[in-house]
């Protein structure tokens, strides 16, 4: 987790683009948190961003 978010974004991008998969950045409790897509399963309004690779 990454209480700073500019850090959380780049770091997403990073993932996404790496893993070639679409990846969520959401606020948890303690900060920002990265997770694949199709693995999230958290409430939809602590979502800040979705990154796909292919949507570029």
Known sequence: MSKNLTLAQNHAWTLAK???VCVVL???ENG???L???EFDGNAGSIVHEYDPFGV
């Open 18 to 20: 790496t893993l070639m």
């Open 26 to 28: 959401f606020r948890g």
């Open 32 to 34: 920002f948190s990265v």
């Open 36 to 38: 694949p897509s199709d």
